[in-house]
C-alpha cells in the first residue's frame, strides 16, 4: 500500500472539480455542435402523410418457422457446425437457452424471432419502436437526415438510419455488439461477431400488414449476405392494447415481508429460464 | 363501453373488420362489452400535436433539488412507515444505505419521476404521450390522452395506467394500478412499498422555455397520513450529442469476452449486494 | 467448440438464474463509498465497462515488492457521463496509464467511486459528477456566478 497515496481530504467539496472538467474537456471539440431544432407545425402536420403504422402489430409465428425452413442463413462452415449442434440439442429436449439472461434479443433477433407484440410510435425526425414482454426492447430510427456518427458506441440495437422512399422505410443499422445474435429461432442462434451490417425495407405488404426485409451482412459467420422478410398483423383492438413488460418481473415473485410490507421475492430458474419448482 | 353485449358475434363482427381469423379460444373468450378499436389517426390529429407545447429534445433531472426535496419535504409517512425511514436513514449514515433499486426492476412510478438520475424523451403521438427513462429501457410510461378511461380492473404493473388530458399548456395525468410493491421513494436509499390503492395525479408544464416542472401528488392511504405533493424539475438538452442512447440495466451484469473458440459471448460479472461489480480476487 | 459455446450459453444463462447472483448493479446510493476520503491510485488501464447502469473501469495497480492488484471503479451511466464530464466511450481505453482519485468503498476492498481520472500521458483528466449537468442547454458555456 505504500504506492498509494492515501489522503484525507474531508473538506474537498465535490463541487470543485466538474466546472474546471467541463472547461477542459466537455467543451465542443471543434466546430459549433449540432443542436437538433424543435419540430415545427409542418413536421407534425407531414406526419400524416407518411404510410399509418399505428396500432399494435404482432408477430406471426408460423411465417418465421417458413423463414426458418425454407430460407436459411448462409452460414460459414464454423458456425453451421453450432447450428446443426443446436438443432441436435433442440432434438434431445434441451433447447440451447440463446434468450435467458433478460438482456434484449437484440438487433437483428428481435425481428427475426420475437413472439411478442410491439408498436411503431412516429415523431418528427424519428421512428421508435417498442416491443411488448421486455421493454429493452427498443430501437430509434432517426430520420432527421442524419448519417451514421464517426464512431457510434455499440448496443443491442446498433444505430439506426432511416429514410423514406415513397411508402418504403429504408433502415441502414451499424454499431451492434458481436455479441448479439442472428437468430433462426429461439434456440438457434451464432453471435454475430462483429461487423455487422443491417439494411431493412419496412413497408405495408397490405393495409393490415407489415413487411420488414433485411439484408444482413455478417462477414464473421455468414458467407454473403442474407436476405429474409419477417411479417407482423396489426391490431387496433383496444384490448389487444400493447401492455407494460419487463422481462426481470419474471424472476420475481409477489411477497410479504414480515412486517407486512409487500415485496418482491427472488425465485429460482432452470438453466432454459423456467421457475423451479420449490423443494 | 357501458353497453353490455352478450353475444360472441360482436367479437366475431370485430375479427372480420380487423381482417384476421379469430382463432377458438378467442371466440369463446366473450367479452362483456363491446369491443372498442382505436381509430386510426387523422392528418389533423397529427397536425393538432403542433399546437401543443414542445417537450421535444432530451430531459435530465436537477438532482440537487431532489436532494433539496428529500430534506425539506418528506413525505407525510404513517407511524409503522416512519420508522423504516429512520432506520434507512442510519444505515445510509452507516455507509449502508438500503439497497432500493439494485434489482434492475423498473424504479416505477411515482419513484422514477421521483429520485431518477438518468435523462429521459417524451413522445407525442395522437392519443398517447410516451416517456422512455435513459440507462434502463425499463423506464416507460404510456400516457393514453385519447379521452378513454381508466379500465374497472386494471391489471397492475410498475408504471400504472395513466391517462392523460390537457388543461391549457399543463398536461394532467392521473395513474391507477401500480404495483404494492412499488416504492415511495425520495431518495435512492430512502422508500417504502406503496402498499396498494396508491392514486399519483401529476401535473406537468413547462416552468420557463427549457425547464419541465412535474407537480405530483401521492395519495396512498396505507403509508401515507395526508395526500403528498412535491415538484420536480427536468433540463432540456437540444445539442446532438447529448442524445438519449440505449440503456439496458441487465447489461451492467455481464461483460464482453470472447470464449476459447472465438465467440463472442456475455459473461457474468459478479456484484456486490450494494450493486457494485466486485474485484477480481 | 460445440462444448465451449454451449457452456458459454449455460453459463450466461444461469448467471442471471441462480439465485445468489441476483444482487445487481442498479440505481443505487453510494454511501458504501466514503466520500470523505480520497484514495489516490496509479496503473494501468484493464478494462472499461461503458454500460447501464453504471459504468467500471478495472485498473491494474502495481505496488511496490507485491504482485499487481486489480482496482474496479465505479461511476454513473454512460449518458451521464457524456453530458456531465465529457465523456466518450474511449475517453479512457485498456492500457492507458491513469492516475485515478476516488471514494474508496468502506469495507476495504479495492474499489471506490471514481471523482477523477488523470491521463498520464497527456495530462488530461475528466471527473464524474453526475450534478455538473444541472442547467438547459449545456452545450453553451455556463452563465458566470
Known amino acids: 500500500m505504500r504506492n498509494i497515496r492515501r489522503e484525507v481530504l474531508a473538506l474537498l467539496g465535490l463541487s470543485l472539480m466538474p466546472g474546471v472538467a467541463l472547461a477542459q474537456v466537455a467543451k465542443p471539440a471543434a466546430g459549433k455542435p449540432v443542436i437538433n431544432p424543435p419540430p415545427t407545425a409542418k413536421e407534425w402536420a407531414d406526419l400524416a402523410k407518411l404510410p399509418d403504422w399505428t396500432g399494435v402489430w404482432t408477430h406471426v409465428r408460423s411465417d418465421q418457422d417458413r423463414q426458418m425452413k425454407t430460407n436459411p442463413p448462409p452460414w460459414n462452415e464454423k458456425a453451421a457446425k453450432v447450428i446443426e449442434w443446436q438443432y441436435a440439442e433442440e432434438r434431445a429436449g434441451r433447447p440451447p437457452p440463446l434468450f435467458q439472461n433478460c438482456l434484449p434479443e437484440a438487433m437483428p433477433a428481435w425481428m427475426l424471432v420475437t413472439h411478442n407484440a410491439m408498436e411503431i410510435i412516429f415523431s418528427p425526425g424519428r421512428v421508435t419502436m417498442l416491443g411488448e414482454s421486455d421493454s429493452a426492447r427498443l430501437r430509434r430510427i432517426y430520420t432527421d437526415g442524419r448519417g451514421h456518427s464517426e464512431d457510434p458506441d455499440p448496443t443491442f440495437h446498433g444505430e439506426s438510419i432511416g429514410k423514406w422512399e415513397g411508402d418504403t422505410l429504408h433502415v441502414d443499422t451499424i454499431a451492434m455488439h458481436p455479441q448479439n445474435y442472428i437468430a433462426i429461432s429461439e434456440a438457434q442462434g451464432i453471435p454475430n461477431g462483429g461487423d455487422m451490417h443491417i439494411k431493412e425495407k419496412m413497408f405495408l405488404q397490405k393495409p393490415e400488414v407489415w413487411a420488414d426485409e433485411l439484408t444482413i451482412t455478417a462477414p464473421k459467420v455468414l458467407t454473403k449476405p442474407w436476405v429474409t422478410t419477417r411479417i407482423y398483423y396489426r391490431q387496433r383492438l383496444r384490448r389487444l392494447d400493447i401492455v407494460e413488460g419487463t422481462c426481470l418481473e419474471g424472476y420475481f415473485r409477489p411477497a410479504v415481508d414480515k412486517d407486512g410490507y409487500p415485496v418482491w421475492e427472488k425465485i429460482s430458474h432452470d438453466p432454459y429460464g423456467n421457475r423451479t419448482p420449490p423443494k | 363501453m357501458k353497453r353490455k353485449l352478450t353475444v360472441a358475434s360482436a367479437v366475431f363482427a370485430a375479427s372480420v373488420v380487423l381482417g384476421f381469423a379469430a382463432p377458438a379460444s378467442f371466440a369463446q373468450n366473450k367479452p362483456a362489452e363491446k369491443p372498442i378499436i382505436n381509430p386510426a389517426p387523422t392528418a389533423k390529429d397529427w397536425a393538432d400535436i403542433g399546437k401543443l407545447p414542445d417537450w421535444s429534445g432530451v430531459w435530465n433531472p436537477n438532482i440537487s433539488d431532489q436532494d433539496r426535496k428529500h430534506r425539506s419535504e418528506p413525505p407525510p409517512w404513517n407511524a409503522k412507515a416512519a420508522a423504516v425511514i429512520a432506520f434507512q436513514a442510519k444505515e445510509l449514515k452507516e455507509g449502508r444505505p438500503t439497497p432500493l433499486f439494485t434489482n434492475c426492476l423498473p424504479e416505477a412510478h411515482p419513484s422514477w419521476m421521483l429520485v431518477s438520475h438518468n435523462a429521459m424523451e417524451i413522445l407525442f403521438t395522437p392519443g398517447r404521450v410516451t416517456m422512455l427513462g435513459e440507462s434502463d429501457a425499463g423506464r416507460l410510461r404510456r400516457i393514453y390522452t385519447d379521452g378513454r378511461k381508466h379500465p374497472p380492473d386494471v391489471d397492475p404493473t410498475f408504471h400504472g395506467h395513466s391517462i392523460g388530458h390537457w388543461e391549457g399548456d399543463t398536461l394532467v395525468v392521473d395513474t391507477v394500478g401500480i404495483h404494492p410493491q412499488v416504492y415511495i421513494a425520495t431518495h435512492e436509499a430512502f422508500g417504502i412499498p406503496n402498499q396498494g390503492n396508491m392514486r399519483v395525479i401529476e401535473r406537468i408544464r413547462l416552468a420557463k422555455p427549457d425547464e419541465l416542472h412535474f407537480t405530483i401528488k401521492i395519495i396512498a392511504p396505507n403509508v401515507l397520513t395526508k395526500e403528498y405533493e412535491t415538484t420536480r424539475t427536468w433540463f432540456r438538452q437540444r445539442a446532438r450529442k447529448f442524445d438519449l442512447v440505449e440503456g439496458v440495466c441487465q447489461e451492467g451484469w455481464f461483460a464482453p469476452r470472447i470464449d476459447k473458440d472465438g465467440w463472442h459471448i456475455w459473461a457474468p460479472q459478479p456484484h456486490d449486494v450494494g450493486g457494485n461489480r466486485i474485484p477480481p480476487p | ?91 479512457v481505453k485498456p492500457g492507458d496509464k491513469v492516475v485515478v482519485d476516488m471514494s474508496p468503498l468502506r469495507d476495504g476492498k479495492k474499489g471506490g467511486a471514481l471523482k477523477k481520472i488523470t491521463l498520464t500521458d497527456t495530462g488530461k483528466f475528466l471527473t464524474a459528477d453526475i450534478r455538473a449537468q444541472e442547467r438547459a442547454n449545456l452545450e453553451q458555456e455556463a452563465p458566470a456566478k
Open chain 3, 1 to 91: 467448440m460445440k462444448s465451449s459455446i454451449k457452456k458459454a450459453v449455460l453459463l450466461s444463462a444461469m448467471a442471471g438464474l441462480t439465485s445468489g447472483a441476483y444482487p445487481v448493479a442498479a440505481h443505487h446510493a453510494t454511501t458504501m463509498f466514503d466520500h470523505a476520503k480520497v484514495v489516490t491510485v496509479t496503473g494501468t488501464v484493464k478494462e472499461v465497462h461503458w454500460t447501464n447502469p453504471h459504468v467500471g473501469i478495472y485498473v491494474e495497480v502495481a505496488q511496490d515488492g507485491q504482485a499487481p492488484a486489480l482496482w474496479v471503479l465505479e461511476m454513473t451511466s454512460p449518458g451521464n457521463l457524456v453530458r456531465s464530464g465529457g465523456w466518450t466511450r474511449t475517453s
